[in-house]
Structure formats: C-alpha cells, structure tokens
C-alpha cells in the first residue's frame, strides 16, 4: 500500500443529479504508467478531470501520496494536467507558459527562473523558451506542456487524450516522446485514450472503462490474453464471434454464453480441421486477412507469410486449442 | 478593470454632486461662426467673462426647455421674436430693463419688461441681376410659382429659422375667416415645393447658386449679401408687393442665473449704442436703437430702409407653426 | 486563500450591482421614459391618431418603401463586394493584397457623415470627378449622384467592415486540406468555393448579413447627404419628426424599426449559436492562396480589385490632401495648387479650434474606456450563466441598438432634467456628464456583440488549464482570458471611438458649453460658409482617421497569425 502514490476509494464521478462513473477503485504504483481506456463517452475524462479538483467528487475519496485530496482545490493537490491540443495559452512564450503555475503562487523571481529552466532542460526545450506556442512544432508543444505540467513538483500527470488529434506517424513518435520523458523523470502518468494502441504502448497497467464502470484493470498483455469480459474480448484486439452452432464444432463441445477467437488463433492448413471456402484475401504486408466461409458462417484468419491461399479454394481449418474466450454470462 | 468602473461610478457621483461650473457667464445664442468669435472677442475686451453656446434657432430652443429644471445658461442672446415669446411663457427669463431701454421704441418691448430686441432681420426675396434681368424679377413672393421662376430658387430645410419665417409669411396671406391656412395656400406651397430647387444643408444651398442654377434668393438680409460676397456677384434686394417678413432678436437674462450682476452688465453692454453700431458696422446687422442706428453706417442705415415690413403677427402665429411646419414635411415637400 | 477569494467575491458582486445600476438608471429608465413622453404626450394614449397620421403622410410612405428596398439592393451588392474583398485578400493570390487590406480597411474608419460628406466631395456636383464627365459628356446633369444611386453606392462601398473583419476570419477557418480533396475529384474552382468553401462560411456569412441589414435599415448619413429631394429614409423621418415636435410619431416609427432591428439581432444570435456548435476546435490546414491560372480572368481578378482599392481610397485621399490646402481652395479647386500646414497649426495649436477636439478626444476615449470596462466584466458572466437575468442583461445591452440615438437621447433628457434619485437626486441634464454617459450607452451594443463573439470563442480549456495551476478568477482572466480578447477588444475600442468622434444626434442633444464636442464643430463647419472652418473640419477629420486607423492596425497585429477564435463571428 505504501508505494501507491494515488488511490480512487470508492469514487462516484459526474456531474450534479447525473454520476457518470460509479464506485471506481483503483491504486496506482509510485512512477507507473496508467492507461484510462476507453470508448468516448464512457467518462475517461470526468474522472480524469474530478482527479485534477476540476470537479467535485460525488462520492468516495481521491488518496495521493497518503494524503486525502478529495475536497481540495486544483492547485493544491499536486498533480499536473496535461490537456488535450495542450491548452497552451497562445499570448505567453513558452517560459511564461511553464511559469503560470509559479507565478500564481507568488514564487520569487529567482526560484522562477531556476525552476523554469531546470525543467526545461529537463524536456529538452531549453532554446525554445522565447518563442510562443504557434511558433513551436506539435512535438515542442506537447514537451511544453509536460514541463508545465511538471514544474510545480508534481509527481502525477494526468494526460486528457493529448494525441487525439494527430496523424498515425506523428502519434507514435509522440507516444515515444512521453514514455521517454516518464522514464526518465519517473513520474506517475495516468493517461486517457479511447485508443487501444495507446494504452497497450506506453502502459504499464491499463483500466478499461465502459459504461461508467471499470471492466478489467491489468497491463495490456493480460487484457489482450485474459479479456475479463467480451466488450474487452472485442475492443481490444481483433475478434472473431463465433456462433453457437460453429462454436460447438469447433470447440468440440456445446458452449453456454458466447465465445471469441482472435483472428491470429484461427489456424488454416491444419491436419484435422473443418473445411472452409476462401471468401477473399487481403494483402497486409506483414501480414494477410483471410475472410472464410465456415458452413454458412463468416470466419477470419490471419496468416502470417506465404504462401497465400486462392480466393475460392478450400482449406482446412481449426482453432489452436485454448484460444477461445468462453464468457459463460454474456455481461451487459 | 473593476478598479476602473469604481473610479468612473465615483467620479460620476463627484460630478453630479457639483454640477455647475461656475466661472464664466454663460450665453446661449444662435449667432455662430465668425459672428460668435467676434462677440466673445468684444465682450472679453469690455471685461465680461463669457461662455457662448451655439446652435441652430430650433434647437437651443429646445435645449433651453429641457434644461427647465436645470438651467445652464445665464442670458439667451438673438434668438427671435416667436421663440422668445415662447420661453417668456415658460418661465424661464426675469424681468430686467437694461439701461439702454429707455429710448427703445415701445414694440421692441415686452409687457413684462423680460425681452428686449436689439435687431430687426428681414427675410428677403433678392435676385441676382446678372442672371435675371430686372425686368424680369418677380414682384412679389406670391411670383414665385411662375413657371419662369421654376429651378431658380432653392427652398431650404425647415429646420432652419429663416424658411420657417418666410413659409409663415406666405400661408398667412391665406388664412380664412377661422385662422386656417387655406385650400388655395396649401395649392401654392406644393407648387412652391414642386418648382424650387431643394437644399437641406449649407453647402447645397450655396452649391445652387454657385452652378449657376439658382438666380433667386430666400435669405435674411445679411445672409443674402454674405453668399453675394462669397460668389462674387451682385445681389439686389426686392421690395415685395404685400410687404416682407421682418423678425426681431431679443435678449433676456434668466431667472436662474447664479450670475445676476454679470448677466446685468453683460445685457448694459451689450445692448448699448456703440456695441450695436460696431456690430452693424461689421457684418451689416440693423441695429433698433435708434441712437445705435445713426451711428451705424451709411449702408446699414439704407439697408433699414430697404423693404416695407409684411404686417404679422408673430405671437399669434406661433402655436400654429408647428402644424404648419408638419404639414409641410410630411406631406407637401 | 479565503481572505482573497472573499475579497473578490465582494468585488464581484459590487460590479454586479453596479451594473446593474447603471442599466437601470441610464438604459432602461431613459428609454421608458423616452417612450413614456412621446407615447402620452397629451396624458392620454393617442397612438391611434398618430399612426393615422404617419400612414395618411406621403413622405413617411414614401420613407418605408425606400427604406425596404434600399435595404435589399444594398444587402446584395455589400454582400457581391465584401466575398469579393475576401476572396481578392484569402483566397486568390492577387498582387499586392498588403495595399488592398489598407483599401479595403478604410470602411472602419471612415464612415457616417463624415464618409458621406467625403462621398460628396467625390462624385457629387461640385467634384472635380462631376467636372470630368459634364465635360466630356454634356448631357449628363451635374447631380448625376445625388438621389437613390449616390445611397446606393455609399452603402455598397461603406458597409464592407464587417465582411472585411469576419469574413476574413471565418475564410482563413476553412481547412485547405478539403479544398485539395475537391480538387483532386476533379472539382473546378467555382464548384469548389461554390460547394466546399462557402458551406463552411455560410454561417459567418449569415451573421455578417445582419449586421449589415442592421447598419442598412438605420442608414441615416448617406440618404441626408447623398439621397437628395428625391430620396429619403426612415431614420431621416424619424428626426424630421423629433424636429417637427412630433415625438410621438418619431417615437412609433422609431418602434417599428425598433422591433425589425430586434428581431435582427436575434436572428443574429441564433446563427451564432449555430456557428459555434459547427466551428470545433480540430486543427486544419491553413488555406494557401490559389493562383488563378486563366490569363484573361486573373487580369480581370486583378483590374476589379485595384478599381474597387480606388473608390476606397481616392474620397480618403481627397480629404488628407485639402486637409492640406490653404482654406480658399477648398471646393474652388479640384486638387489643391499649393500645401500648407497652417490648417494643422491652427487645430493642434491649442487656439479656439482645439478645444472642440480635445473634448472630444477626451469624452471618446473615457466613453471607450467605461464602456470596454463594463462589457468586459459582464460580458464573461452573460456567456457563462446562462439565465433570464443575464438574457435580459444581454438584451439590454442591445437595446441601444435598436432605438434611434435621438430618442436615446430624448430620454436622456426627459430622465434627468430633474432631481432623479436614481443618480442622488442630481439634475444631470446640463451637466459635463450626460453627454460622456451618453456615449458610453451609445458604444454598448458593438462592443457587446463583438466581445461575445470573442468570449464565445475561446477554448474552455484555457481557462481550465489556468483554473488546475491554481489560479484565481480575477487573475485568470487577467492573464489568460484578457489577452486572449485583447485584439477584438482594441479594434472595437478603435471602431467605436471613431464612430463617437462622428457621433451627431447625441452629441447635438446633450453637449453643454464645457464640453462642445467634434461632431458639432464639424457640422458648424459644414454649415458655416466660412472657409477657414471647412478646412478645420478637414483636419479634424484626418486626424480621427490616422488615430483610428492606427489603433485597428495595432488590433490587427495583436491577432495576427494566432487564435483565429478571437475574431469568430
Ligand atoms: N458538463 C457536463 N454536464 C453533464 N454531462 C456531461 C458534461 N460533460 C460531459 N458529460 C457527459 O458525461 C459523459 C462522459 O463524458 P466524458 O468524461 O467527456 O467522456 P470521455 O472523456 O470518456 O469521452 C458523456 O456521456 C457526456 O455526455
Ligand atoms: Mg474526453
């Protein structure tokens, strides 16, 4: 308990007359990198911003650093937002920006300037400390951001989707560039994404959120092997649900509920399979989609090299055994 | 930037606390321009600490009636017979004779002993003979609607004092037996209306004649001979069969002023002989001293002499201007 | 932390009640009371026997039909000629779009009856243009401009700010990126403006429609210098009346255009409503400037431009240049023979011809200032609570608006021509006062509209990113919210201080002899035949216009190249 630096006890998140998250719990580690995932709109950013003093909690208690900041107000729970565009303030250079939290509080001119700098050597953006925000590339802003978000020695930053707007290419080296700086300066991240990629890059634990309740909490490797639950099953990865009947004579055994295969765990060629038709073939570079007709049921397989199969030939197919994800009660 | 608005609601309520500027001696007054300048210049000279406000005849009236409850001015200068009259019945002056009075004659002077005028403006019909020979100049204002006149005269905006003065002296050659304009005048003023060229400010009034277009001018006198001297041309003055309307400028000192001695001694000057002269003397005005006229000059003595006066009732008048002012705007113009 | 927050709240709701106050007591008091007189005049309601009146007038008819549609011709060529202004500035590359801006800017600062009279001074009978084409064409007759057309014109070429100001910005929102896509489906230019471009400025479009029929149907400048016997508006009826002691019929039709203007703003409203819904805060790809590559159509293009930069320009021109002239030759000359400074010397020189406009300059920019200082703190709490009282609040604000400024002034009067309590049972009427406070509800409703739009449009985000590092609202909004708002704020201050410099009926109402204003010194020198004083007017003039025209470039710098948000319509 005593390495958690933050601690959702219980928490009701929302808005007056409408709770939009109920009783969330949730500890995170000193120095993790803690992803909030989720569909938009499932209240990723109510909680993120009832963390940060923006709103008042509902119900239940916020604990950071073993100390009860539910009721305090924004600037003195130690914790730094990052927003999504940054939210830099476009009047002020990026010196100003990173001292706005300092200056509020009155600090002097000299500690100011030290602290200015040091985090900003910190993110690399000493020579850029004149300029303003419109001047700077996204990849300064967003260093920019994280220095201000840091310079008032916070040790947890919360991330409101600050990489919602960028293309493909820049995401991913943004990415980098965040899990860089929390490496190296060792705070706490929780980061809001309805982006799976996202959260299974940069996390170390990642919280699943879904219609106002935690799905599965665990790092990405365990929601991706063990989903707890389809929606994880089918928001995480790509997955194949099979019907009753099909599930039936591809598990070889009658199934209660509803059960997943991901696309890479459908094996085609296989020794004792069940025919199937090639519907189409996609060409992925890496990798190819293989979209079957399995007895009147549409099935996809991944396959991985050559060769690839006709569209129109049969092949054989089969499903590596314990792959399924069998969800006795299908969960709402 | 609250700091701001609490200073501006404090010095507002400073303001309004103490809103007199006391000082100098405040003067409404038609006169405007160099005139303006040259009264403030002689009052200054004669020791009188004065502050004029200038505006058109219509709206200082105006002023002066909404500021009944808080009277600005000290003593209100030139304005005619029929506003005076008017601001009498209000209440706004107090009796005062000044010491020229004595040798005023008996019509420039009220009942009550408040306004006294000091000038006497005709409002003339003139021609320029360069343009319209004289043989051919209209006899009368009555002329004016015939179809040689058409686009030779410019009719300007009732708003101001002199086309308010000669329109009245036109409709009240019609008046019926009840006092009300009739059919025939209505008749002649859209007529009047329809054939004249129309100016509503200064500079396309002067802009007509500078064309060429206009030959005929409705002008108070010195008016008249001021565009002449601007255009460079002769102006005759015409001697109208039924006479021409003659105006009267008073002046009155009011009952609220914080600056009785003042205003006295500004009225004593102002009205006295020599100041009337020098003004006659300067911009041709005639002067109703009949002291301050013989000492004015030989044009300004003739120019006294120029028209018989339209007999006119100007007190009687009055209340119906309006109407007739209304009349004319919405319907006929 | 309590001690301040405290103090703040108190500070808070003192401006609140200020505010309150002040449009109790110098908005909605005045007004009714303006109503009250006219409509009662005679102690009883006689509206029945004033509308028969006004609708058995020839001229009041006459007025309304004009009036109508003068206001339609004009909505159509302002609209024709600011989408070409925006597509010469920000669309199409055109040669030297620098110069253009100053062209095309001119509007901002040159307007009213000072823009009339210049329009006058240009084309009308007495205009060195008018002496050209009588020459060369005989037949045509001297006031060839003086009637509907010279209106017309005015209007077409002075009524151009607000597309120059909102347009622009709203051009430079549309992402490029959707325009290459168009283009790469084949789309041609027209279709691309027609159907990618103009879609996302319609609402824009929309908003600056209304100002502008708002502007139009209130028009009173060009039709009394410009309209001629033959072409009269209503708002020139209205202060017929007024003169004519007829307030109770000036008051009705005043009402009537009253009730249009409302419904205008409303309409406005609601498409601000909209266009902030549509307008998201997503990045895009700043519009690049599209060569024209037909050879015949971008000398045309070009020609239109510099043609439309000169009928901005030359009246502007004309009056700088005899502002120069020695006074005799003015309107004897068409371009003065000779320049002198003894014009400036005599107005900056701190005789007689200084003091209208010291006052002037004094009055406009206190006015500017409280005016600025009330829409700033009412304007944030109007767009953040939305209730009945900060829409009545708002509404208030517009009421100026849509009643003519001399019944506005009417009030003024009426209100305080004795003891009010309201106000410490002072008479204000009289007063140095009345006129400044005049002002200031005179510049209300611009600086309101802008400054919403302002406020409107700034990023939420700001102020929770300030709200999180701990700061305080009063100190958010200084260093955050404010100079975010700055440009809008300067260039409203700049447009308004411009128009109060120009400001006739309100200052003709309630000046008194401390505080003779410019507008009256000019009109005075308009009227007078004096020459000396039309070359006052001149300089006067002139250098309201550097003044104004360097306050809006100042604006115009702040805002450039960040947050187009501030400049959302
Ligand atoms: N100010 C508000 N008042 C009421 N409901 C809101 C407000 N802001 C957001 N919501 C609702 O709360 C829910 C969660 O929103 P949010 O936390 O922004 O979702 P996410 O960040 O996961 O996309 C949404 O259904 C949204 O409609
Ligand atoms: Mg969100």
């Known amino acids: 308990m005593a390495d958690n630096v933050l601690s959702l006890k219980n928490l009701d998140v929302g808005f007056p007359g409408m709770t939009i998250v109920h009783d969330l719990n949730l500890d995170v580690a000193d120095g993790a990198f803690v992803s909030l995932l989720g569909p938009s709109g499932s209240g990723k950013s109510t909680v993120l911003r009832t963390v940060a003093g923006l709103l008042p909690a509902l119900g239940g208690r916020i604990v950071l650093e073993g100390g009860d900041i ?25 010196f100003e920006n990173i001292a706005f939290a300092l200056r509020v509080a009155k600090k002097p001119q000299a500690e100011i300037e030290r602290r200015v700098h040091e985090v900003a050597a910190m993110a690399g953006i000493t020579d850029q400390l004149d300029k303003k925000p419109a001047n700077m590339s996204g ?75 935690i799905e599965q909490i665990g790092d990405g490797r365990t929601l991706y092997r063990k989903p707890a639950t389809p929606f994880i099953c089918e928001f995480i990865g790509v997955s194949n649900e099979l019907a009753p009947p099909l599930a039936a004579r591809l598990l070889g055994r009658d199934i209660k509920g509803r059960s997943f295969v991901r696309l890479e765990d459908v094996v085609l060629g296989a020794a004792e399979g069940i025919p199937a038709r090639v519907n189409h073939v996609e060409f992925l570079g890496a990798y190819s989609r293989i979209d079957l007709d399995v007895e009147g049921h549409a099935l996809s397989a991944m396959l991985i090299g050559d060769p690839l199969p006709e569209p129109g030939s049969s ?9 399924a994800h069998i969800f006795a009660e299908a969960t709402p | 930037m609250k700091l701001s608005l609490a200073l501006a609601s404090a010095a507002i309520a400073l303001a309004s606390a103490f809103p007199a500027f ?12 160099e005139r303006a300048v040259w009264i403030a210049e002689q009052a200054k000279a004669a020791g009188h600490d004065i502050k004029l406000l200038n505006a058109g005849g219509g709206e200082l009236f105006d002023r002066l009636l909404a500021e009944k409850n808080n009277p600005q001015a000290d003593v209100v200068l030139g304005m005619v017979d029929t506003s005076m009259a008017l601001l009498k019945k209000e209440g706004l002056f107090q009796p005062y004779s000044p010491s020229w009075a004595t040798d005023l004659p008996a019509r420039y002077k009220d009942a009550e002993g408040m306004v006294h005028k000091f000038w006497q403006t005709p409002i003339v019909l003139a021609y320029y003979p360069d343009r319209l020979p004289d043989a051919e100049a209209p006899k009368s204002w009555l002329d004016l609607t015939k179809d040689e006149y058409q686009g030779k005269y410019v009719l300007g905006a009732t708003a101001w004092q002199t086309p308010r003065m000669y329109l009245a002296g036109i409709l009240v050659r019609f008046l019926d037996a009840n006092g009300e304009v009739s059919d ?26 500078k064309s060429g277009r206009a030959s005929l001018d409705l002008n108070w006198l010195g008016g008249s001979f001021k565009l002449a001297k601007d255009l460079g041309a002769k102006v005759k003055v015409i001697d109208t069969e039924g006479g021409t309307p003659i105006l009267s400028e008073g002046v009155a000192i009011m009952a609220a002023t914080d600056q009785l001695d003042e205003a006295k001694a500004f009225v004593n000057w102002w009205g006295s002989a020599d100041v009337m002269a020098a003004y006659a003397a300067k911009f041709g005005q005639v002067p109703v001293l009949p002291e301050a006229l013989a000492k004015s000059p030989p044009a300004v003595q003739e120019n006294a002499r120029l028209v018989k006066a339209q007999p006119i009732d100007w007190d009687a008048i009055a209340p119906k201007l309006d109407g007739w002012l209304q009349k004319i705007e919405l319907e006929i113009r | ?140 007759p001297r006031d060839w401009f003086i009637g509907w057309f010279g209106v017309l014109f005015a209007h077409t070429f002075l009524m151009t700010s607000f597309h120059f100001l909102f347009l622009r910005a709203a051009m430079r929102r549309v992402d490029y990126s959707t325009i290459e896509a168009a283009r790469s489906m084949g789309a041609s230019e027209l279709t691309i403006l027609r159907r990618v471009v103009l879609p996302v400025i319609m609402p824009t479009l929309l908003a600056v429609t209304l100002l502008t029929l708002h502007t139009v149907v209130g028009s009173f400048a060009a039709p009394q210098v410009l309209g001629g016997r033959d072409f009269h508006m209503l708002s020139q009826m209205v202060l017929t009346l007024n003169s004519l002691r007829r307030p109770d019929m000036a008051a009705l039709l005043a009402l009537l255009m009253g009730m249009v203007l409302m419904g205008l703003i409303l309409l406005s409203q609601y498409f601000e409503a909209k266009g902030a819904y549509t307008a998201g805060a997503k990045t895009t790809t700043r519009i690049q400037l599209r060569q024209i590559r037909n050879p015949l159509l971008r000398t045309m293009v070009h020609a239109l431009a510099y043609l439309l930069a000169a009928i901005y320009l030359v009246p502007v021109a004309l009056i700088v240049l005899f502002s120069f002239a020695p006074a005799s030759s003015i309107g004897i000359e068409m371009l003065p023979s000779t320049l002198t400074l003894t014009n400036y010397a005599r107005v900056l020189g701190g005789g007689t011809a200084f003091v209208p406009f010291f006052n002037s300059m004094l009055m ?29 609040l708002s509404i208030s604000f517009f009421l100026p608006w849509i009643i003519p400024s001399i019944l506005l002034a009417v009030g003024l009067i009426v209100a305080f021509d004795a003891p009010n309590p309201l106000v410490g049972n002072a008479v204000l009427l009289g007063s140095y006062w009345l006129l400044p406070i005049g002002y200031v509800i005179f510049s209300l409703p611009l600086m309101v509209r802008f400054m919403r739009s302002a406020f409107i449009g700034i990023d939420p985000a700001f102020e929770e990113a300030a709200r999180a590092m701990g700061a305080s609202g009063p100190y958010r909004f ?81 805002s450039l190249g960040r947050t187009p948000e501030t400049s959302n319509l």
């Open chain 1, 70 to 94: 539910t009721t305090l107000p924004p600037e003195r729970r130690n914790v730094g937002i990052v927003f999504q565009n940054y939210a830099l303030f476009p009047t002020m250079t990026a």
């Open chain 2, 22 to 33: 006391a000082g100098a001696l405040t003067i409404y007054s038609p006169q405007g321009g």
């Open chain 3, 364 to 392: 406009g920019s206190a006015a500017v200032v409280v005016g600025l200082a009330i829409t700033l703190f009412a304007v944030p709490i109007m767009v953040r609570k939305r209730n009945w009282l900060t829409q009545a």
């Open chain 1, 315 to 323: 092949v054989s197919l089969a499903v590596r055994p314990g792959a």
């Open chain 2, 184 to 209: 025939e005048g209505w008749e002649f003023l859209s007529k009047l209306y329809a054939h004249a060229i129309i100016a509503n400010d200064a500079d396309s009034y002067t802009e007509a004649f």
């Open chain 3, 1 to 140: 932390m309590t001690r301040t927050a405290g103090f703040d709240r108190l500070l808070y709701w003192f401006g609140l009640i200020v505010i309150a106050w002040a449009v109790l007591t110098f908005l909605l008091v005045p007004i009714s009371a303006a109503l009250h007189a006219a409509l009662f005049r005679h102690g009883g309601l006689e509206i029945v026997d004033a509308v028969a009146e006004l609708v058995s007038s020839r001229r009041v008819r006459a007025a309304l039909w004009n009036t109508a549609w003068m206001t339609a011709a004009t909505i159509v060529t302002v609209t024709i000629v600011g989408m070409f202004q925006v597509a010469v500035l920000e669309y199409f590359r055109v040669r030297g779009s620098g110069f253009l801006k100053v062209a095309f800017s001119t509007p901002l600062v040159f307007g009213g009856v000072v823009a009339a009279a210049g329009y006058n001074f240009t084309y009308g009978p007495g205009s060195a243009i008018t002496a050209a084409l009588t020459a060369l064409f005989p037949s045509i």
């Open chain 3, 478 to 558: 200084r260093r955050v919210v404010l100079p975010l708002v700055a440009p809008t704020a300067i260039l409203v201050a700049g447009m308004k201080f411009n128009t109060l410099m120009a400001e006739y009926p309100l200052s003709a109402f309630l000046y008194n002899v401390n505080n003779r204003p410019l507008p009256i010194a000019i009109v005075e020198g308009a009227v007078s035949a004096d020459p000396d004083q039309a070359a006052i007017s001149l300089v006067y003039v002139t250098l309201i216009m550097a003044f104004s025209l360097t306050v809006i470039l100042i604006a115009e710098r702040l």
């Open chain 1, 139 to 213: 990849g300064q802003q967003q260093r920019v951001a994280i220095a201000r978000a840091l310079v008032t020695g916070s040790r947890v930053l919360l991330f409101d989707e600050p990489l919602s707007n960028l293309d493909a290419k820049v995401r991913a080296s943004m990415r980098q560039e965040i899990k860089r700086l929390q490496t190296e300066l060792g705070f706490t991240a929780i980061f809001v994404t309805h982006d799976q990629e996202d959260a299974l890059t940069m996390s170390d634990v990642i919280v699943v959120l879904n219609h106002g309740r």
